[in-house]
């Protein structure tokens, strides 16, 4: 009976997860504000050019836009007298979370074309596509749904509810993903991400002394660049993926393979048969992770789409309509 009430509240998330999608769709912006997606295209890629870390920072925002209240552009709010802990100082976003003022730009230049049409929230899966448009090359290149509307709830606690931290194992990662719609190819595909921007020693400092199945050449020269014990004022970063810092690209995977990744998370991923013939897969056969990761965004950013009962269109993308 269990099992049996766990795969039917998971169908009923699956089918939640369909219908936000069919209120979606390519093009939605062509006769609202035309110039919308190049706009926002032209703001990241000015900015990518800059620094790829922030680019990095963007996709990593839609993300945990998606997984706290859907994606609806939550992650932006600021803190206010009646709401002081939003979703960005949730402690998987601060002081991490980059890319803020990137949206902000591209909200003003859109708001300047097309006043009050554009969401916040197509603002970030737009950005989000073409950061990995300009990371990987030109190799990832997709065409999202569009539609969306801004969310006026965003609460810290729930980023550690609902966003999986660096320390899960496989259980708990495919639990966390199932719990939003998206299975364990879209996990391990979206895990891939990994492949560009830094991360905290914090978060993996558990894994830099024996017994671990890090790469021992790896967990000596992290053990270089981290402190012995790594806290809120002293908590150097270091790039994720060595060989490729700056590129949005398979290497990620071959590095799981090499067992030469940060986090239990990464690791993780060789924990079953089912999910290391993925990597296999992914680190193996050129263009084939670009293509999984640019339908994964897709379908991920169908969560929990708002309606015009708990939506809006915000004129600025930090505070919600009055």
Same mark, same amino acid.
């Given at each position: 009976? $269990?099992?049996?009430?766990?795969?039917?509240?998971?169908?009923?998330?699956?089918?939640?997860?369909?219908?936000?999608?069919?209120?979606?769709?390519?093009?939605?912006?062509?006769?609202?504000? $035309?110039?919308?997606?190049?706009?926002?295209?032209?703001?990241?890629?000015?900015?990518?050019?800059?620094?790829?870390?922030?680019?990095?920072?963007?996709?990593?925002?839609?993300?945990?836009?998606?997984?706290?209240?859907?994606?609806?552009?939550?992650?932006?709010?600021?803190?206010?007298?009646?709401?002081?802990?939003?979703?960005?100082?949730?402690?998987?976003?601060?002081?991490?979370?980059?890319?803020?003022?990137?949206?902000?730009?591209?909200?003003?230049?859109?708001?300047?074309?097309?006043?009050?049409?554009?969401?916040?929230?197509?603002?970030?899966?737009?950005?989000?596509?073409?950061?990995?448009?300009?990371?990987?090359?030109?190799?990832?290149?997709?065409?999202?749904?569009?539609?969306?509307?801004?969310?006026?709830?965003?609460?810290?606690?729930?980023?550690?509810?609902?966003?999986?931290?660096?320390?899960?194992?496989?259980?708990?990662?495919?639990?966390?993903?199932?719990?939003?719609?998206?299975?364990?190819?879209?996990?391990?595909?979206?895990?891939?991400?990994?492949?560009?921007?830094?991360?905290?020693?914090?978060?993996?400092?558990?894994?830099?002394?024996?017994?671990?199945?890090?790469?021992?050449?790896?967990?000596?020269?992290?053990?270089?660049?981290?402190?012995?014990?790594?806290?809120?004022?002293?908590?150097?970063?270091?790039?994720?993926?060595?060989?490729?810092?700056?590129?949005?690209?398979?290497?990620?995977?071959?590095?799981?393979?090499?067992?030469?990744?940060?986090?239990?998370?990464?690791?993780?991923?060789?924990?079953?048969?089912?999910?290391?013939?993925?990597?296999?897969?992914?680190?193996?056969?050129?263009?084939?992770?670009?293509?999984?990761?640019?339908?994964?965004?897709?379908?991920?950013?169908?969560?929990?789409?708002?309606? $015009?009962?708990?939506?809006?269109?915000?004129?600025?993308?930090?505070?919600?309509?009055?």
């Amino acid at each position: 009976m $269990a099992a049996a009430r766990v795969a039917m509240w998971v169908a009923c998330v699956l089918a939640m997860a369909a219908a936000c999608q069919g209120r979606l769709r390519v093009g939605y912006y062509k006769r609202k504000c $035309a110039p919308a997606e190049y706009v926002v295209r032209a703001v990241v890629g000015n900015a990518v050019r800059q620094n790829p870390g922030v680019g990095a920072g963007i996709v990593r925002m839609f993300f945990h836009d998606c997984f706290v209240q859907g994606c609806d552009a939550s992650v932006l709010l600021d803190p206010t007298a009646a709401n002081p802990q939003p979703e960005k100082l949730g402690p998987p976003n601060f002081p991490s979370l980059r890319g803020f003022e990137v949206i902000d730009a591209a909200k003003a230049a859109v708001e300047k074309a097309c006043p009050g049409v554009v969401s916040c929230a197509d603002i970030i899966a737009f950005a989000a596509r073409d950061a990995s448009f300009f990371l990987s090359g030109g190799g990832i290149s997709y065409r999202i749904p569009a539609g969306r509307l801004d969310g006026r709830v965003s609460l810290a606690n729930e980023t550690l509810a609902f966003l999986p931290p660096p320390v899960f194992n496989l259980t708990q990662l495919v639990a966390s993903f199932q719990a939003k719609g998206l299975d364990a190819d879209d996990m391990v595909t979206l895990s891939g991400a990994h492949t560009i921007g830094r991360s905290h020693c914090s978060s993996f400092a558990d894994r830099l002394s024996p017994p671990s199945d890090m790469d021992p050449g790896l967990a000596a020269a992290l053990r270089s660049k981290c402190p012995a014990s790594p806290n809120f004022t002293d908590d150097a970063t270091v790039a994720q993926d060595a060989v490729t810092p700056d590129r949005m690209d398979r290497q990620y995977y071959r590095n799981v393979l090499d067992r030469k990744v940060l986090f239990d998370s990464d690791a993780a991923l060789l924990a079953s048969r089912q999910t290391a013939a993925m990597v296999a897969r992914n680190a193996a056969a050129r263009g084939r992770w670009e293509r999984r990761f640019a339908r994964a965004m897709v379908k991920m950013g169908g969560i929990e789409v708002k309606t $015009a009962a708990n939506g809006e269109i915000r004129r600025m993308c930090r505070v919600v309509n009055e």
